[in-house]
C-alpha cells in the first residue's frame, strides 16, 4: 500500500523567501507529526496533529514556521522568510493515532535556503 | 525525559550478530523502550519496542535487564543492508502524545 509521501523531494529557495512542505499521510492515520533533521543528527519534534488540530507545537522554533492539516489529512508546513539555518531535512509521519504506537516516516523533503 | 547514551558508531561483518547497547538511566515507569533503523535519504522505520525482559521479532531481538537501566539490540546475522544508523528512544509515548524524541544514533556499518 501507499506510504506516507512527501513533496517536493528537494527545495532550494533563497534567504528571505517563502516555502511550503506538503505531506501525504497514510489513508486513514489520525496522527501526523512533522520533524525536522540536521546533517548527522537525529530528527528533532516540530509538531503533531491529531486529525486538524495541532495538539502540540511546541517543536516549532519560532513563529516563522507554521503548519496546517485543515481536513485532517494533508498537510502542509510553512516557513516564512527562510534563513540559512533552515536547511535540513523536514520530515513527515503518521500513525494510526495510538499513542505509542510505531509511527511511519516519509523520505522527507530536502531544503536549502542560499 | 529520559537521556539515552549510545555508542556514535560501530563496524561489524556480514553474518555476524550485532549488539546496540543504549544506555537510560533515569528511565522513568511508564516509560517504552524503542528503536527506529534509518536509512541514508529515507525516514526512520520502526524496528522494535518493549518496556521489560526480551522481545523478539522477524528483524531484531531486544533485551532489557531487570533495572532497565540499559538495553541491547540485537541483529542476527547482518548483511551489508543493515548499513543504517540504530536510535534508541526512550519515553512515556502515552504522555508525549507520541512524539519521538531522537538522540543522534549509532551509524553502523556492515562490511563484507
Known amino acids: 500500500g501507499a506510504g506516507v509521501s512527501q513533496t517536493p523531494s528537494n527545495k532550494v529557495t533563497e534567504k528571505g523567501k517563502y516555502v511550503e512542505l506538503r505531506c501525504d499521510p497514510i489513508?486513514?492515520?489520525?496522527?501526523l507529526y512533522w520533524y525536522r533533521q540536521s546533517l548527522g543528527q537525529g530528527p528533532e519534534f516540530l509538531i503533531y496533529?491529531?486529525?486538524?488540530?495541532?495538539?502540540?507545537d511546541s517543536g516549532l522554533p519560532n513563529d516563522r514556521f507554521f503548519a496546517v492539516r485543515p481536513e485532517g489529512s494533508v498537510s502542509t508546513l510553512k516557513i516564512q522568510r527562510t534563513e540559512r539555518g533552515d536547511s535540513a531535512v523536514y520530515l513527515c509521519?503518521?500513525?494510526?493515532?495510538?499513542?505509542?504506537?510505531?509511527?511511519?516516516f516519509g523520505p522527507g523533503t530536502r531544503l536549502t535556503v542560499l | 525525559l529520559a537521556k539515552t547514551t549510545q555508542p556514535i558508531s560501530m563496524d561489524s561483518y556480514e553474518g555476524q550478530e550485532v549488539n546496540i547497547t543504549c544506555s537510560h538511566n533515569n528511565i522513568a515507569t511508564n516509560d517504552y523502550i524503542t528503536w527506529y533503523q534509518q536509512f541514508p535519504s529515507q525516514g526512520p522505520r520502526f524496528i522494535i519496542q518493549?518496556?521489560?525482559t526480551k522481545v523478539t521479532n522477524e528483524v531484531a531481538s531486544l533485551f532489557i535487564p531487570a533495572d532497565r537501566k540499559s538495553s541491547t539490540l540485537s541483529l542476527p546475522r547482518v548483511s551489508l543492508s543493515d548499513t543504517a544508523v540504530y536510535y534508541c528512544?526512550?519515553?512515556?509515548?502515552?504522555?508525549?502524545?507520541?512524539?519521538?524524541?531522537f538522540g543522534q544514533g549509532t551509524e553502523l556499518s556492515v562490511k563484507p
Open positions: 489513508s486513514g492515520h489520525t496522527a
Open positions: 528512544l526512550v519515553g512515556d509515548l502515552g504522555n508525549q502524545g507520541g512524539k519521538l524524541i
Open positions: 518493549g518496556y521489560k
Open positions: 509521519a503518521s500513525s494510526p493515532g495510538l499513542a505509542g504506537v510505531e509511527q511511519f
Open positions: 496533529f491529531q486529525g486538524t488540530g495541532a495538539a502540540d
